[in-house]
């Protein structure tokens, strides 16, 4: 099992339609959840961090966090085709080390 | 705004040349990282520094060497290199449990 599972899709929905992007991860003791874009090509630049369990919202993203379940997931509402990249799931592990884990990502195509 | 820089950009190279590709920050962060993707791929840690004279081998097993002898600075070396380096290479930093902010990369094509 990875430690940071995501489905390498592609996910494609509508112009308009809200996306949703999950992340599974297998550290319980993970501190910090982060969720990149990347364009083809180019680095991966970041949307959103979330600590705490729960929603976080900004602008057209909301990042939710289930930490019993392990799990994170990215709502994008209102998708562009501007929004059509990849996106990484990232988590920094348990105290003591300070390495980030990426998950494989998930490309999303918004049809216009 | 993210301020971390790589050179060069685009490297062409012939097998068994050194190169070393470069990699600043101005934001004082203490941790560095350098991270290989093949296209479509995911991201492989390689190396990393939790600060000055401080390096870390990362998860994918690598032929290069960094050293960190300034806080902004941490160059990769590889001694020979080969068409299997034939990768991107990304540079990121970070301070604290904060977020890692990302180079524009060097795209290193070995022929």
Sequence with gaps: QKEVEQNSGPLSVPEGAIASLNCTYSDRGSQSFFWYRQYSGKSPELIMFIYSNGDKEDGRFTAQLNKASQYVSLLIRDSQPSDSATYLCAVKGTSGTYKYIFGTGTRLKVLA | ?111
Aim: with cysteine; net charge negative.
């Design chain 2, 1 to 111: 705004e993210a301020d971390i820089y790589q050179t060069p950009r685009y490297l062409v190279i012939g097998t068994g040349k050194k190169i070393t590709l470069e990699c600043s920050q101005t934001m004082g962060h203490d941790k560095m990282y350098w991270y290989q993707q093949d296209p479509g791929m995911e991201l492989h840690l390689i190396h990393y520094s939790y600060g000055v004279n401080s390096t870390e081998k990362g998860d994918l097993s690598s032929e290069s060497t960094v050293s960190r002898i300034r806080t902004e600075h941490f160059p990769l070396t590889l001694e020979s290199a080969r068409p299997s380096h034939t990768s991107q290479y990304l540079c990121a930093s970070n301070e604290g449990l904060a977020e890692q902010f990302f180079g524009p990369g060097t795209r290193l094509t070995v022929l």
